[in-house]
């Protein structure tokens, strides 16, 4: 169902989907003319529009989460506001969102066709129980470890920390940088997100925590206490610089359909910090990141996967599994304190929990 106060907008969208074998079953001007054609049809996935009059689409959101939760997927101009109100609604439990612009729409999302349909897809996939749990993760103060042994993170640039999401990943990631104290080392990430996007979510992520959080910049040192997120459209490398480690914000094509690509960053740590590294691998549909983080493994880098519970599409963590590239298999409130104990442990060596109970069959999740 497709929710837009453009006329036009909603035409090219639902031709689109059609065209790809999703059957649009209703559309809407605001949300007051949807909700009941929501309660009635119930739709597998929500396309909702941000600005809309009567309502606005935030609004909408949470009440339909709050009373017929369905997978949402925001429908946004490329603005600085409209990254704004998009991340607002990524934390309020969409799954996702597709971009539009203000001028040449038609052109736009002919040539955006594929990222449309496979977003509406992986929203149709996603875990509403894990979905549903985000917003409330979030919201208490930062998760407290359990007791650690009173043993030092090791020396300044001694660990890096490598992180990759994609779907349902700006929920996951502040439950799990939230909970990180200072000491924490030097994290480098990649969250799945077109240009624009990602300065914002650094920045709102920056007001949340305690550890410093970032967009990164070309040459930039990972020091403890500071997340670097790669800009979304470019990937993102590690090189190893006399002791330190620093960033490399690169040009380059889609890898796994996808820049940046998770696999760029976990190659790069895998070469650069080879045992020195963690890696997690997180919510996410396809399979970006699971062979960088099997790299990593071999390397002997410390790697872990979240769960299927805890996931809100379990695509990329799956396929990391599968390949055995991952030493422990984690619930999301279990990632920080994971890490932090890893952070802890000689680099060579691991402390990891054994895998078991794992679905690692090929159907789609």
Excluded: Y
């Excluded at 890898?255 to 740590?269: E, K, Q, T, Y």
Aim: aromatic fraction near 2%.
């Amino acid at each position: 169902m497709i929710v837009d106060d453009s006329a036009v907008v909603r035409k090219h969208l639902s031709d689109r989907l059609e065209a790809a074998g999703i059957e649009v079953v209703a559309t809407a001007s605001d949300p007051l003319f949807a909700w009941p054609k929501l309660r009635s049809l119930q739709p597998d996935v929500l396309v909702l529009d941000v600005e809309m009059p009567r309502m606005d689409g935030i609004s909408f959101l949470r009440q339909v989460m709050a009373e017929q939760p369905t997978p949402v997927v925001m429908c946004s101009t490329l603005t600085e506001a409209g990254c704004e109100v998009t991340l607002e609604a990524l934390a309020a439990g969409a799954v996702g969102f597709v971009t539009k612009p203000k001028a040449g729409l038609k052109s736009f999302l002919e040539d955006q066709a594929n990222d449309l349909v496979d977003t509406v897809r992986s929203a149709a996939r996603a875990n509403l129980g894990a979905l549903g749990a985000l917003p409330q993760a979030a919201r208490p103060a930062p998760l407290t470890p359990p007791p650690l042994p009173a043993a030092p993170l090791g020396p300044p640039g001694s660990r890096v920390i490598a992180m990759g999401l994609s779907t349902g990943g700006v929920q996951s990631i502040e439950v799990v940088l939230r909970a990180l104290p200072v000491q924490t080392p030097g994290i480098v990430i990649v969250q799945h997100m077109p240009a624009g996007f990602t300065a914002s979510l650094a920045a709102r992520l920056n007001g949340l925590c305690d550890i410093e959080v970032a967009e990164a910049r070309h040459g930039e040192r990972v020091l403890p206490g500071r997340a670097l997120i790669a800009p979304g459209g470019r990937h993102m490398r590690l090189r190893r610089q006399g002791s330190q480690f620093v960033v490399e914000v690169i040009d380059g094509p889609l890898i796994n359909h996808h820049r940046p690509s998770v696999d760029v960053l976990f190659r790069s740590v895998a070469q650069q910090a080879g045992a020195a590294a963690i890696g997690v691998i997180m919510t996410g549909m396809g399979d970006d990141g699971a062979r960088g983080l099997r790299d990593m493994h071999d390397a002997g880098a410390l790697t872990a996967a979240q769960d299927q519970a805890s996931s809100v599409v379990f695509g990329m963590p799956k396929e990391a599994i599968r390949l055995g590239a991952a030493d422990a298999v984690l619930p999301l409130p279990e990632i920080a304190p994971w890490l932090l104990q890893q952070a802890r442990v000689a680099p060579g060596q691991r402390v990891a929990r054994a895998i078991s109970g794992v679905n690692t069959d090929t159907s789609p999740h």
